[in-house]
């Protein structure tokens, strides 16, 4: 809504310009007239449309023509007034004011014209007949009221009927040529239909209207009042009811019938209410509330947020598979302007055997959306009405910005449930193939993706310690000179090289030896392609002897030339290694030195397999009678046993600790 509204009065001298503010301010027809009024401050709680208002008055006698064309431009609305009784004051309204005002305002951006027909008490006909023919010549004129200043007749419902042309104006909604209302308000319209049918079925029932009744008016529908506007539309529109609900068609022509009817205040309300300015365009300020991003902090999705996108997902997967196919994927973003989505993104989350994006990767999308570019999400957000249907104040409160990553490393944990890992390597290292990879996609299905959509992220779910997080894989190209600082923002480093290329593992040493050696970056050393022959690397020495100098996890052995789905568990242990940078994971260490690698070592022996077989075979070979399970001597002996086992295995831990 306008803060204020301004008002102009225009017209030929001795109309009664000056009369008619003096009437309305002082409710009596003055004496004494001057030749122009000063101008006049309403206050909002005295107009009815609560919004202050300026009346601004003109005198061809006190101003010139540069102030005259100063005051037009600065209006909200122009009120051009002639005298009944006068018919050369209204062949100035076409001959001259009409074209003055045209000329001296913004085409763009149309000011609305009431007419105004003073001095009726001096008349007995009314000049409809002769304003007519002008009001449907210009479609700029909103109105036309006829009044008196000396009986006070119609003197409020004139600045009332120009304040709603301001506030409420007929032509960006309806055309009176046509009768119809115009496309741009039919596609507003539209919109709010479709976000209001919450169940999809293009239908609004009786607890949707009463939802959309007090989303816009704060107040739901009686019973019987619902009844009845479903009445008025079976009389006029053979389909506008539907199972006892209003479509589209119906719920269109319920707005024209408003209009019609010079209630226009009905359609804005609801216009504005669902994001709308007076262009009919959604308002930045609806797009993008305010969001205050700190340095060093990221935004993920409240659980807000995943309930209410939740919910768009079940609206649109009408065939309940989990899956979005690409008519139900269009039908989800009928509510934008554009398609937001494109092909690469079947590309970066996971989909099914179709290729159709499922559920896990309609979320992923969205949660990466979040991570890169926020003021993009509140935007998605907002096309979808998040703050209506979920009843927020904005689409901000659906995010949830973290704290500052230097916090999370002092506190040694964090809140945090997306994560980013940037993945280096050099050309045909088997970077893309990773990120694919995480997707559950193997060689075979990577080798049917398109050029044009491949993509850069990857992004899906890993559970580490029965927690669910999300990491995003971000494919860094391989531009070893200049790297950006969204290159080196991340929470874990995947440097990639190919095993069967002895030059590839240099490139890795470089990246990391430039940036990230002295980081508190956590960074791990991925040995793609270990299906093929493994190749001595032409650097100066071993990639494992390497990671032992730099204190990293060995080199991870991986393929994705597999028949079913490459395995996961290199992807729980990147999402590990980035929820706790400052814990070193020994679950990944190889080097056969270590006290874990020497108990690992020796649980895994050959002595000790054949021991516990044999112990395993005693005891199932063993009858135990229900006597034995009600006798107290043999669950002695049996925790006695254990007990003896784990004081074996505690000393044996001692000992081979102390060389370390």
Aim: charged content about 25%; glycine content about 4%.
């Amino acid at each position: 809504m306008r803060k204020d509204v301004r008002i102009l009065l225009v017209g030929e001298p001795k109309v009664g310009k000056t009369s008619l503010i003096m009437s309305l301010v002082s409710e009596e027809f003055p004496d004494v007239v001057p030749y122009r009024a000063e101008e006049i401050t309403i206050p909002a709680d005295v107009t009815p449309e609560r919004v202050p208002t300026h009346i601004v008055d003109y005198s061809e006698a006190e101003q010139t023509d540069e102030q005259l064309f100063q005051e037009i431009s600065k209006a909200n609305v122009i009120c051009i007034v002639y005298s009944v009784n006068n018919k050369k004051s209204i062949e100035k309204v076409t001959s001259h004011w009409i074209p003055l005002i045209t000329e001296n305002t913004d085409k763009d951006s149309r000011v609305p014209l009431i007419l105004v027909g003073n001095k009726s008490d001096l008349v007995e006909h009314s000049s409809m007949e002769t304003i007519l023919p002008i009001m449907n010549q210009y479609s700029e004129i909103e109105t036309c009221v006829e009044c008196s200043a000396k009986n006070l007749k119609n003197i409020s419902e004139l600045f009332y009927y120009a304040q709603k042309a301001v506030l409420h104006p007929t032509g960006p909604l309806y055309c009176p040529e046509k009768k119809d209302m115009k496309l741009l308000c039919v596609k507003a319209l539209t919109r709010i239909f479709k976000v209001s049918d919450l169940d999809n079925d293009g239908i609004l029932n009786d607890n949707e209207l009463n939802f959309f009744q007090r989303t816009c008016f704060n107040t739901p529908l009686e019973p019987q009042a619902l009844e009845d506007v479903k009445n008025v539309v079976r009389k006029n529109l053979s389909d506008g009811v539907c199972d006892n609900g209003l479509t589209l068609k119906g719920f269109l022509f319920l707005h024209t019938l408003f209009i019609q009817r010079g209630r226009h205040e009905t359609t804005w309300t609801v216009l504005r209410r669902f994001g709308y300015d007076d262009d009919l365009e959604l308002n930045q300020d609806y797009l993008f509330p305010p969001l205050k991003v700190p340095p060093d902090c990221t935004t993920e999705l409240n659980h807000n947020a995943y309930l209410f996108l939740q919910s768009v997902f079940d609206k649109h997967d009408k065939d309940r598979d989990c899956a979005l196919s690409p008519e139900e994927l269009k039908d989800l973003f009928d509510v934008f302007p554009y398609m937001p989505w494109g092909p690469d993104v079947n590309n970066t989350v996971c989909t099914n055997d179709h290729g159709w994006i499922t559920y896990q990767g309609y979320l992923s999308q969205w949660t990466l959306t979040t991570y890169l570019d926020v003021q993009r999400c509140l935007e998605y957000l907002g096309y979808l009405g998040y703050s209506i249907i979920a009843e927020q104040e904005s689409q901000a409160s659906g995010i949830t910005v973290t704290r500052d990553k230097k916090i999370d490393l002092q506190k040694k944990q964090t809140q945090r449930s997306v994560f980013r890992c940037n993945v280096f390597g050099d050309i045909g290292s088997g970077k893309s193939s990773f990120l694919q990879a995480f997707l559950g996609r193997n060689l075979m299905r990577q080798k049917m993706i398109r050029e044009e959509h491949r993509s850069y992220y990857a992004i899906s779910t890993a559970y580490v310690y029965g927690q669910e997080k999300y990491l995003l894989l971000h494919e860094v190209f391989p531009d070893f000179d200049y790297l950006s600082d969204a290159d080196m923002a991340c929470d874990i480093v995947c440097l990639v090289y190919d095993v069967s290329n002895p030059y590839s593992f240099e490139y890795c040493t470089k990246v990391f030896k430039q940036y990230f050696m002295d980081s508190k970056t956590p960074c791990m050393m991925i040995a793609t392609k270990s299906d093929l022959p493994e190749i001595k690397q032409m650097y100066g020495c071993s990639p494992l002897e390497f990671c032992r100098r730099h204190k990293m996890p060995p080199p991870q052995s991986f393929t994705c030339n597999t028949a079913v789905a490459p395995c996961r568990d290199i992807y729980t242990k990147l999402t590990t290694m980035a929820m706790y940078p400052h814990a070193r994971l020994r679950c990944m260490c190889t080097c056969n030195r270590c006290t874990f690698c020497l108990c690992q070592n020796f649980l895994n022996s050959e002595l000790l397999q054949t021991v516990r077989a044999k112990l395993y075979a005693v005891v199932l070979r063993r009858h135990v009678s229900q006597a034995d399970l009600k006798s107290s001597t043999f669950w002695l002996r049996a925790s006695v046993g254990a007990t003896v086992f784990a004081v074996l295995g505690f000393t044996m831990y001692r000992v081979l600790l102390k060389p370390r």
